[in-house]
């Protein structure tokens, strides 16, 4: 690859970030969920503290403003 470029976007994560916001918090929670089982059978975390996560995540999200970077690299073969 020549002439790359790389350009980094900070998307918001949460309802303070509109639509695109409500889209990633979304999809971060579908993951956090996804990987419950192994939260319990890997790393002995409890339903409880799992249970206990989610919401105070969500909290956090929405009181620091969480971003999260993406970058996109462009180049010419």
């Given at each position: 690859m020549r002439h790359c470029q790389t350009t980094p976007f900070d998307l918001p994560v949460g309802k303070w970030?509109?639509?695109?916001?409500?889209?990633?918090?979304?999809?971060?929670?579908?993951?956090?969920?996804?990987l419950r089982p192994r939260y319990q059978a890997q790393l002995g975390?409890?339903?409880?503290i799992i249970e206990e996560t989610l919401p105070s995540m969500?909290?956090?999200?929405?009181?620091?403003?969480?971003?999260?970077r993406f970058y996109v690299v462009t180049g010419q073969p």
């Open positions: 970030g509109g639509r695109l916001g409500l889209l990633l918090q979304r999809d971060f929670q579908a993951i956090y969920e996804s975390i409890s339903e409880a969500l909290a956090e999200w929405e009181q620091m403003h969480t971003q999260f």
